[in-house]
């Protein structure tokens, strides 16, 4: 029975062929920044209100002044088809069904036009890296052609990542496995670091929101905002870049306390249940972003399967704000969390 999305990552695991799993799973330095993020939110504890009328709860919230059933939505991953045929369509589909955001991602295996369409009018927010000035406009234009919602610039990968030691072991190329639709499906060009100049750039380029995905500390943050940001992700790629990188929750509070309201702060990295849910909105998260639980419910069911882990997600968080005496996500704040022990 596939009842949590613990029971979708045993299952994925199952249906996967191993070198994929394991390209899904791993990260740089015995995967240990993946796990920190975990471990972190097991360490944050929910405070919980009493005397708080919750026969119904909330979890409609907004993001980039649209409209969301529920603040859990979907980061971006390339190379989707590595776990079902349909990958970002399917994806894509399960996003407009529950009614959250959908990526298009640059390193996508269908095209952004085909994502949006299949995303029945569901926010759609483009994610591309650093290509270089001519590769990066054209991104850019091909994504408000195609009435993306909002562009997602990623900030935390400086150069094309050494092919990480997992996959070295297994032999295993991702990029030479699928199609990459917005490449002619050859290679993507090389990978270079998103300097200051080039995201104010972008921000003073295109009329749609940008979000800069990949902050860890405040300093970027208030530079990412002054740049035009529009929205902030604290994310350390979900521990896939650096082993000795921060848990993302970790770094959570002080950015928000750096942003000060000036842009909407998602998170992303270790999301696996309501409560991750929970004490990330309490700490000032405005949503937060699951990247491995979207390939887990692909690999199983395809769109039914991202759709059921999305719907998972959801019910947790329900029952999670009833127990915590909070009727709306957008009543979490600081007093429902605390770190275990006396304070
Ligand atoms: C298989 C895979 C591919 C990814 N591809 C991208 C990508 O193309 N662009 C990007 O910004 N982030 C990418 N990410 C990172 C995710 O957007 C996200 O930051 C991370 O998965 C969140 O952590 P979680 O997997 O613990 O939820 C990828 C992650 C995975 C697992």
């Not at 900030?155 to 990542?161: F, G, I, Y």
Request: hydrophobic letters at 45%; one cysteine or more; glycine letters at 10%.
């Amino acid at each position: 029975m596939l009842l949590t999305l613990a029971d979708y990552e045993v299952a994925a695991n199952d249906a996967l062929d191993s070198a994929i799993a394991s390209f899904l799973a791993d990260g740089p330095g015995s995967s240990r920044a993946v796990h920190r993020n975990r471990d972190a939110f097991q360490r944050i504890l929910i405070n919980p209100r009493r005397f708080v009328d919750v026969g119904r709860v909330s979890t409609t919230t907004t993001v980039l002044g649209r409209e969301v059933s529920c603040p859990v939505l979907i980061a971006p991953t390339g190379l989707q088809q590595l776990a079902h045929p349909d990958g970002e369509l399917a994806t894509a589909r399960a996003a407009a069904r529950v009614g959250t955001v959908a990526p298009a991602a640059a390193l996508a295996t269908y095209p952004v036009e085909r994502i949006v369409e299949e995303s029945r009018g569901a926010p759609v927010w483009f994610q591309l890296y650093d290509y270089g000035r001519k590769q990066v406009d054209a991104l850019l234009a091909r994504a408000e052609a195609a009435h993306c919602s909002a562009i997602c610039v990623t900030v935390d990968v400086p150069r094309r990542a050494r092919m990480r030691e997992h996959d070295r072991r297994n032999g295993f190329r991702p990029t030479s496995r699928v199609p990459l639709a917005h490449f002619d499906g050859s290679a993507p060009p090389e990978v270079r670091p998103v300097l200051l100049p080039t995201l104010e750039r972008i921000c003073a380029t295109t009329s749609l929101p940008v979000v800069v995905k990949g902050v860890l500390r405040t300093e970027d943050a208030h530079l990412a905002v002054g740049a035009g940001a529009a929205g902030i992700i604290v994310s350390n790629h979900g521990g896939r870049e650096s082993g000795s990188a921060p848990a993302a929750i970790d770094a959570l509070p002080e950015i928000v306390d750096a942003v000060g309201g000036r842009a909407e702060v998602f998170l992303d990295g270790g999301v696996r249940t309501g409560d991750d849910v929970v004490k990330a909105l309490a700490l000032g998260a405005r949503a937060v972003l699951i990247g491995r639980p979207s390939w887990w419910g692909l690999a199983v069911a395809g769109e039914d399967g991202v759709a059921d882990v999305l719907s998972i997600l959801r019910e947790e968080l329900v029952e999670t704000l009833a127990h915590a005496g909070c009727a709306d996500v957008a009543d979490l704040d600081r007093g429902f969390v605390r770190t275990e022990g006396p304070q």
